[in-house]
């Protein structure tokens, strides 16, 4: 029986809606309630990367994700991902680059390769969305982001589609030419105002909401100066303190026990050091999503969220994508074999 796939580069996966915004929030939704009802296989995130302590943030890494997702995705897949932190200043390229394998859930052939680059920014962005809708406080209207890179582009996206009142954006980067070029573009992209910020303070200050998506090797985000009533948005290794995690009166993460395994993040430390233990956490993300857990009980709280991030979100969206690129010709045929030659 002759076997092909499909092959959709970062083009074609841009035609097949990989850059819709509201679209990946939705799947993420969906993923989210998957998951709290089971309907998922997920094993353990695989590292690669070299032992010097900072490594992911110097050498860099390369991550194998692999999930299942049922329901209406009823997928199975894996993301292979590197990161490299330099890439962008040294080779033009962006810090991760990936590809995303699907299979049939039938008979287990592949089905598709595609670009992850995109997707896997664009659902990083969307986890945030979903997290921002029951853990921002209602009267936020601003955000203040650190990091102007691709990651931080798509972090605002998310935000702006959750929380469409937001009005200003303050962003800081240590390269202020990458700020303004940042803010320019963003403000137009997304018909709003989004200024470079002067310092690191100044963001602090400015923000409702606080994320971080950058490469600092220590914490840019002090638990002292945080005022109550702010969401903060973990998405890097080491750029909160740990008394922030402290001080937060809601803690909410995607997975904790990946989290745990991973062990890359500030929070992950301190469970290793035994300065917290497991009921810090006060909910997943899936318990936001089903309605058991709430993720802010008043404006006055300080929410913290921090992202494993997980492979069932990009093989939620690459299925979706796949799904469109089959349906509307979109894609370059590969093939395997016409009849296999050992059965």
């Not at 290794?237 to 989290?259: F, M, P, Q």
Request: glycine content about 10%; aromatic content about 6%; some cysteine.
């Amino acid at each position: 029986m002759k076997v092909e796939m499909i092959y959709l580069s970062q083009e074609d996966v841009i035609r097949c809606g990989g850059m819709s915004m509201d679209k990946a929030i939705d799947d993420l939704e969906e993923v989210f309630r998957l998951y709290d009802k089971g309907d998922y296989i997920l094993p353990g995130k695989i590292v690669m990367k070299r032992p010097e302590p900072n490594a992911e943030e110097t050498t860099g890494r390369i991550n194998a994700m692999p999930g299942y997702i049922g329901g209406r995705f009823n997928m199975p897949g894996i993301k292979w991902i590197g990161s490299g932190p330099q890439n962008p200043f040294k080779y033009g390229l962006p810090r991760g680059s990936a590809v995303i394998v699907l299979n049939d859930p039938e008979t287990k052939v592949p089905i598709a390769i595609m670009d992850g680059t995109l997707i896997s920014t664009i659902r990083t962005g969307a986890v945030t969305g979903v997290c921002a809708k029951y853990m921002a406080p209602s009267r936020s209207k601003t955000v203040g982001l650190f990091g102007a890179g691709p990651q931080c582009k798509t972090q605002l996206m998310a935000l702006k589609a959750s929380l469409p009142q937001l009005e200003k954006a303050y962003v800081y980067d240590l390269s202020r030419e990458r700020t303004e070029r940042f803010a320019a573009e963003m403000s137009q992209k997304l018909n709003m105002d989004v200024q470079a910020a002067s310092d690191r303070l100044a963001t602090i200050e400015s923000g409702d909401i606080l994320v971080t998506a950058t490469t600092a090797t220590e914490p840019i985000i002090h638990g002292a100066e945080i005022k109550k009533g702010v969401c903060v948005a973990h998405l890097g290794n080491n750029e909160v303190d740990e008394e922030l995690i402290l001080r937060a009166d809601k803690v909410v993460i995607d997975d904790w026990e990946t989290d745990k395994h991973r062990m890359g993040d500030t929070m992950a430390y301190m469970f290793r050091n035994g300065k917290i233990d497991d009921s810090r956490i006060d909910a997943s993300v899936s318990d936001l999503v089903a309605g058991r857990k709430s993720g802010r009980d008043n404006d006055d709280q300080l929410t913290y969220t921090c992202s494993v991030g997980l492979g069932l979100y990009d093989v939620a969206i690459a299925a979706r994508v796949y799904q469109y690129a089959k349906e509307n010709g979109i894609g370059q045929k590969l093939k395997l074999w016409d009849e296999p030659i050992m059965v």
